[in-house]
């Protein structure tokens, strides 16, 4: 079981805004600005999408968005693509370890 | 431009002993910490450890202690994965990557297949 609970799957249609949830404790997201967001295509390693919360790494779109609300983070998709169909997972700095989440499958219907 | 680039897929014995490698390029080696991530065949991503070149400080996740060995050589840029006995359930791909000091992963390996059958 991972330490950061996200919901299995989400979905949209292209065009449409998505939020995938990220919770944890007060130990880990709640009590760091150190949350992190990847992406994970198929049969490829992660990318990272966003870093402390809320910045984005040079060359990610500004369609892809972070934020953290307590013990619980999310990310925000909007203006979905084709190409945004893939696996998400969050992570936390959480004294001395990372913690990640379970992973949630994005469909773009 | 930073990389990361890993040894090979492995196909092993249960009770075998092996070590995974990621030489890092582009950048200060020392001056990072690099860690692994394992990821069972269709399952999630998990932290097993990480360790700073410079000085060899190495951190391990609870669930890993004990199970692997995490080290690196300096020298070249190097660091290691090592089981010095192969479970099946060792089976899985291994990610090395880089570890900013806020605790995101900024570079990723490509990935290295470790596959654990008798």
């Known amino acids: 079981q991972s330490a950061l609970t996200q919901p299995a799957s989400v979905s949209g249609s292209p065009g449409q805004s998505i939020t995938i949830s990220c919770t944890g404790t007060?130990?880990?997201?709640?009590?760091?600005?150190?949350v992190s967001w990847y992406q994970q295509h198929p049969g490829k390693a992660p990318k990272l999408m966003i870093y402390?919360?809320?910045n984005r790494p040079s060359g990610v779109s500004n369609r892809f968005s972070g934020s953290k609300s307590g013990n619980t983070a999310s990310l925000t998709i909007s203006g979905l693509q084709a190409e945004d169909e893939a696996d998400y997972y969050c992570s936390s700095y959480t004294s001395s370890s990372t913690s990640f989440g379970g992973g949630t499958k994005l469909t773009v219907l | 431009e930073v990389q990361l680039v890993q040894s090979g897929a492995e196909v092993k014995k249960p009770g075998e002993s092996l070590k995974i490698s990621c030489k890092g390029s582009?950048?200060?080696?020392?001056?990072?910490?690099i860690g692994w991530v394992r990821q069972m065949p269709g399952k999630g991503l998990e932290w097993m450890g990480i360790?700073?070149?410079?000085?060899?400080?190495?951190r391990y996740s609870p669930s890993f202690q004990g199970q692997v060995t995490i080290s690196a050589d300096k020298s070249i840029s190097t660091a290691y994965l090592q089981w010095s006995s192969l479970k099946a359930s060792d089976t899985a791909m291994y990610y090395c990557v880089r570890r900013e000091p806020r605790a995101y992963f900024d570079y990723w390996g490509q990935g290295t297949l470790v596959t654990v059958s008798s």
């Open positions: 360790i700073y070149p410079g000085d060899s400080d190495t």
């Open positions: 402390d919360v809320s």
């Open positions: 007060s130990s880990d997201v709640g009590g760091y600005n150190y």
């Open positions: 582009g950048y200060s080696f020392t001056s990072y910490w």
